[in-house]
């Protein structure tokens, strides 16, 4: 536990920096991007207009990066509402579709009458968006990812120390390389990549991590060098509305680990 808070308040501090950076050096960049686009209109004939232009492109890829920032260190409230984890993923299947890589192949499996779940729709898809495209980082040479939605089972439980009967199961599942032990234990650390430049912000997991435990659920990994990741997000029952939970079909879930 106290490992768990020296970690919360590490990236609340990293949050807080982060923050007033990305301010101050948004308020910058805008100076530069001005100042370059009003260069660029008053000698529109200048031998270093190319330059001018890279330049700009470059001011231009930090400033969306500033806004990534920005956005990851204001905590957003969270727009809570009773979902139906099968329709969620209904949303966002051509979004995934979108993301995986040509080489990867994509099963969901959604048990039957599952109990909703309360969350904020546009987060969680974020965070189960980042989990694939990680899965994809993941299998360069191709693969398969399973993304499932079930009950735990005893066994999740006794891994999780959670009570089993007040969460729903998502879980993304891959066949990719895995990560080694260090990885692992910083993988959720905030602006924490083994991408290259441009690639990973290192911000995925993170997010991910924060949003499921704004909504009192818990994001847990567990990896195999060179066999897969399992990342699963825990998600609170809704107790209003909530359908009657039958018997779930999928008993347990095919895992890559
Ligand atoms: P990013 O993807 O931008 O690097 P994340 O926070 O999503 O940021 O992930 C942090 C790191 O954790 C990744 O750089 C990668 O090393 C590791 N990682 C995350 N997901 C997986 C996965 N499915 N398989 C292997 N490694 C992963």
């Excluded at 501090?13 to 950076?21: C, E, I, M, P």
């Excluded at 492109?57 to 905590?75: D, K, P």
């Excluded at 435990?213 to 990342?231: A, D, F, I, N, R």
């Amino acid at each position: 536990a106290r490992e768990a808070l020296f970690q919360a308040r590490k990236m609340e501090a990293v949050g807080r920096l982060t923050g007033g950076v990305a301010h101050d050096f948004n308020n910058l960049l805008t100076i530069v991007l001005i100042s370059l686009n009003l260069a660029k209109k008053r000698a529109p004939d200048s031998p270093v207009l190319d330059l001018i232009d890279n330049a700009i492109q470059g001011a231009e890829r930090g400033a969306a990066m500033t806004q990534r920032m920005l956005a990851f260190s204001r905590h957003q409230p969270l727009k809570i509402e009773t979902l139906v984890i099968a329709d969620l993923l209904q949303g966002i299947q051509g979004l995934i579709r979108q993301s995986i890589g040509p080489v990867m192949r994509i099963h969901t499996r959604i048990a039957s009458a599952l109990p909703r779940i309360h969350g904020d729709r546009n987060q969680l898809e974020t965070a189960l968006l980042n989990l694939v495209i990680n899965a994809r980082d993941a299998m360069p040479g191709g693969g398969e990812v399973l993304i499932s939605a079930r009950l735990p089972t005893a066994f999740d439980s006794v891994e999780a120390v959670m009570e089993p009967n007040e969460y729903v199961l998502l879980e993304v599942v891959d066949t990719g390389d895995g990560m080694d032990e260090e990885t692992a234990r910083r993988a959720i650390e905030p602006f924490f990549t083994t991408k290259d430049v441009g690639k990973g912000t290192g911000l995925g997991l993170s997010m991910a991590h924060g949003i499921v435990e704004q909504l009192g659920g818990k994001l847990m990994l567990e990896s195999v060098l060179g066999k897969g990741t399992t990342v699963q997000l825990w998600l609170p029952i809704s107790h209003e509305l909530t359908v009657q939970a039958g018997p779930s079909s999928i008993a347990q879930c095919a895992s890559a680990t």
